[in-house]
């Protein structure tokens, strides 16, 4: 029986440079997408999946993110004494239960491998998931993480959520090579990161969601840095994929590139269309916009 799941890191470190000015002095991840930070929809993801302990890799001027996941006094007594219980439930919601929540740095921006591996003293010897905080996946029922745990109750191992993309898009992804699919599971047998155009192995690419066992530690240890002169998860997988086995899980849903501007003004479009309290007024605007 595979080894239950407790635990998610959340890489956070990153520059952001593709949305700069905005990300000069306010981290990529506390970008709003409706009313609520990046970070807060994927930690919300991983903790409506079942997610008890949550891990941030953080860099410098990243405080505010940690600040976001703590309780403000000030802010809580204002609104208590202004009768706001909707405001009150809402800012309550957002926090993790106390000591669930942990920090840890990347000191220097070495790639989203190293991030990884500098969460390993908080993970431990158990399996783990990994979720990248500019990636948004908008479900209809379970979230995406949810639906990997159910597969991974099943099959165990490592496993990838996989979407597929129109052909001539494959050159800007990571794209995993698979077996015969069992519904929306396939065995992984190989990867590729950004394969030259008509040479990728299949049209299914890494969304950004990860379930990943302890031993990718020992690999990054010592992994060597690769493309852009970073260590790689991607290489670090293809390493363990040698020892252990891969899923790809295909999940039902859409996803959202957040880290790029029309992926993150998409976003917010689609998720304000989900709200009832704002979607038909939104209609009404985009109507006279277009």
């Not at 595979?2 to 890191?9: D, G, L, Y």
């Not at 190989?190 to 020992?218: C, H, W």
Request: charged share 25%.
């Amino acid at each position: 029986m595979a080894a239950p799941v407790r635990k998610a890191v959340f890489p956070v470190a990153g520059l952001g440079t593709r949305f700069l000015p905005a990300t000069k002095a306010m981290p990529k991840e506390m970008l709003t997408v409706v009313d609520r930070p990046l970070i807060q929809h994927v930690v919300d993801e991983a903790k409506a999946a079942g997610i008890e302990q949550f891990i941030f890799v953080t860099g410098r001027n990243k405080g505010i993110i940690e600040d976001h996941f703590d309780k403000q006094f000030e802010l809580d007594e204002t609104l208590a004494a202004r009768g706001k219980t909707k405001e009150i439930e809402i800012v309550k919601s957002a926090l993790p239960v106390a000591g669930t929540a942990s920090f840890t740095r990347q000191q220097e921006p070495l790639g989203l491998g190293h991030a990884v591996w500098c969460a390993r003293e908080l993970v431990g010897d158990e399996p783990f998931a990994l979720l990248l905080p500019d990636v948004l996946v908008r479900t209809k029922g379970k979230n995406c993480l949810a639906q990997m745990l159910d597969v991974y109750g099943k099959h165990g191992g490592n496993l990838i959520a996989v979407e597929a993309v129109p052909d001539d898009e494959l050159s800007s992804y990571g794209v995993v090579s698979v077996g015969k699919a069992d519904g929306n599971v396939f065995p992984i047998d190989g990867m590729v990161e950004k394969p030259k155009p008509g040479t990728a192995p299949s049209n299914l690419t890494i969304l950004g969601r990860y379930i990943l066992q302890p031993e990718i530690f020992d690999v990054l240890s010592k992994q060597e840095a690769g493309a852009g002169g970073e260590i790689q998860i991607t290489d670090a997988m293809l390493t363990l994929l040698k020892s252990e086995p891969f899923y790809a899980v295909r999940c039902e849903g859409r996803t959202y590139d957040c880290g790029s501007r029309l992926g993150f003004l998409t976003a917010n479009v689609a998720f304000a269309l989900d709200r009832p309290d704002i979607a038909d007024p939104l209609r009404a605007e985009l109507k006279k916009l277009l």
